[in-house]
């Protein structure tokens, strides 16, 4: 009798213990938006980026002069990055005739794979390969998703680190702008 009350007693306790983590981890929010962050580039002219949109054709950001560009960093492995790419796309589209351009710049990844995420999530910017790290490590990247965004006179004025918004990235643009 005593050994069943124990039983009883234990497997309660059990069962408390999972329900109330099944109700925390229900119940918990995404990170949905980046850290604003130190970088040792912020206020400097933004190191060069060119290179070959997947899919064919090049970009260069010395084209883009005179426009705010934010320079994502990302991959397909990448679980945050999953999170902002929606919303990216939506604010490369709602963006795209006020001089604000996205790049996307794919990190250790394979062009493959950057591809079919790319069309999965509907990419309304071009990405550019990264073959060898060589942008990801002029611009101190260590893990995606990483935002850089450079004013119209080419220097780098925020970086974001985590999965960003697009309040988020309208209010960066905003205080860009300012």
């Not at 099944?22 to 933004?46: E, M, N, Y």
């Not at 790319?118 to 935002?147: F, K, M, Q, R, W």
Request: proline share 5%.
């Amino acid at each position: 009798m005593r050994r069943r009350r124990t039983v009883l007693i234990s497997s309660l306790t059990a069962l408390v213990v999972i329900v109330a983590f099944s109700i925390f981890l229900g119940t918990r929010q995404p990170v949905t938006s980046a850290t604003d962050a130190q970088s040792p580039l912020l206020g400097k002219v933004a190191p060069r980026i060119s290179g070959t949109e997947l899919g064919g054709g090049t970009w260069s950001l010395s084209k883009y002069r005179g426009h705010v560009v934010f320079v994502n960093f990302w991959a397909s492995w990448c679980g945050p990055c999953k999170v902002e790419a929606p919303n990216l796309t939506t604010f490369a589209f709602t963006q795209r005739h006020h001089d604000v351009n996205v790049i996307g710049v794919v990190f250790d990844d394979t062009v493959g794979a950057a591809t079919s995420f790319s069309h999965y999530y509907g990419s309304l910017y071009p990405s550019i390969v990264d073959p060898g790290g060589a942008i990801a490590n002029s611009y101190g990247v260590e893990s995606p998703p990483t935002t850089f965004v450079i004013n119209a006179k080419g220097r780098v004025v925020a970086t974001l680190l985590g999965a960003v918004s697009v309040a988020q990235l309208n209010a960066v643009l905003k205080r860009v702008r300012s």
